[in-house]
Nanobody
Framework: QVQLVESGGGLVQAGGSLRLSCAAS????????MAWFRQAPGKDREFVAG????????NYADSVKGRFTISRDNARNTVYLQMNSLKPEDTAVYYC??????????????????WGQGTQVTVSS
């Protein structure tokens, strides 16, 4: 079965950086779009960034454009989220997700069928 395991979360000061990783197994990773979502306390889960199956297209929420970068290494079955210039409002649990269908583009409208357990990111002011 599909397994997604996030890592790299932690506590960082405002203005700092973190890189999240998500290791995938169970399917041919290179065929599937991937994405990162986040959920802050008391708020709905929201799309952060997505990347197409081949890695040539990426999409971002307006709130993270210019600060976050999604990338993937198909040889390592891993997707990354580089987060720079972090703000307190970026504090949330971050989840990795995988498209249910092959060869997708990985945007906010993609139907993601598989989810990781989440990793906590806390940004202090």
């Amino acid at each position: 079965q599909v397994q997604l395991v996030e890592s790299g979360g932690g506590l960082v000061q405002a203005g700092g950086s973190l890189r999240l990783s998500c290791a995938a197994s169970g399917r041919t990773f290179s065929r599937y779009a991937m994405a990162w979502f986040r959920q802050a306390p008391g708020k709905d889960r929201e799309f952060v960034a997505g990347i197409s199956w081949g890695g040539d297209t990426s999409n971002y929420a307006d709130s993270v454009k210019g600060r976050f970068t999604i990338s993937r290494d198909n040889a390592r079955n891993t997707v990354y989220l580089q987060m720079n210039s972090l703000k307190p409002e970026d504090t949330a649990v971050y989840y990795c997700a995988q498209d249910g269908l092959e060869y997708g583009i990985g945007n906010r409208r993609t139907k993601y069928n598989y989810w990781g357990q989440g990793t906590q990111v806390t940004v202090s002011s």
